[in-house]
């Protein structure tokens, strides 16, 4: 196969893998504490040319090589609720969740009651606090949640605050080496956590995903254009070889 064909499928196959970045990404433009992922490629260069027909010295073939992707960890923006037990984290923080397969992060702080009275991410996760899950009691009402995680209530008639637990929030070295699983919910990887004292909790706040839709919407039109562009190239290229065997073809013996 030809240089120009085979650098043009790589092109192109870089292309499709950027597309589907793009559409998770658009996809998940709604889905709180979504983070969104950007396609990182970097050039490959072949020093054996397959055609040695050049004027010149040998030259070297430039490909186009897919080299992975990376998440930006941005802070999304707030949206207020109004519901008391709706949390969103100010800072780099996350909300340590015990779910299926032990326990995981997150910075979706849209939270309910589970029928036992604990509080539970939307997937059902149990939101943890530093003493464990945080759990109410039937008579509890008027939640509040202090800045730095600390839950309070007043319980049935009681005039003074009782403390329900208080919010675990986690922070790590490099947070782009938590593993994504789902939308967003995080495996802890490789990075290595800490406890953080920086960050603050919003009550009555979900942080949206971070993904600029205009800007994704723009990127994928981008990339359907580079994609058609090759691909009329490639099949130029095609049309010049055919023309080129029909002509030979002709020529008497």
């Known amino acids: ?42 050039e490959y260069l072949n020093s054996n040319a397959r ?36 949390m969103a984290i100010d800072g780099n923080a996350y909300f340590a969740v015990q779910a299926n397969g032990g326990e995981r992060y997150t910075r979706d702080g849209k939270f309910s009651l589970n029928s036992t009275g604990q509080l539970v991410t939307s997937d059902g996760s ?38 329900r637990g208080k919010i675990r929030m986690a922070s790590f070295d490099d947070p782009t080496k938590l593993t ?12 290595v956590q800490q406890p953080d004292t920086r960050s603050t909790v919003r009550q009555g706040y979900v942080e949206k995903s971070n993904v600029n839709s205009v800007g994704e919407m723009t990127r994928m039109v981008e990339v359907m254009r580079s994609y058609t562009a ?15 065997i029909e002509k030979l073809a002709d020529v008497p013996a």
């Open 51 to 86: 055609e040695d027909n050049f004027m010149g010295p040998d030259r070297r073939v430039s490909y186009v090589q897919d080299r992975g992707t990376f998440r930006d960890v941005g802070q999304g923006p707030m949206e207020a609720t109004n519901n008391p037990l709706d």
């Open 126 to 163: 149990l939101v943890l606090g530093t003493g464990g899950p945080i759990t109410f009691q039937p008579t509890d009402h008027d939640i509040n949640v202090a800045p730095d995680g600390t839950v309070t209530v007043l319980e049935g008639t009681a005039k003074t605050d009782s403390i």
């Open 180 to 191: 994504k699983l789902g939308a967003n919910l995080y495996d802890v990887g490789s990075a």
């Open 230 to 244: 090759i691909a009329n190239l490639l099949q130029q290229q095609s049309d010049l070889h055919k023309s080129a």
């Open 1 to 42: 196969m030809q240089n120009a064909l085979l650098i043009g499928l790589s092109r192109q196959m870089t292309l499709e893998r950027q597309m589907d970045v793009i559409a998770n990404n658009v996809a998940n433009a709604n889905t709180n504490g979504f983070k969104a992922d950007h396609s990182l490629f970097e």
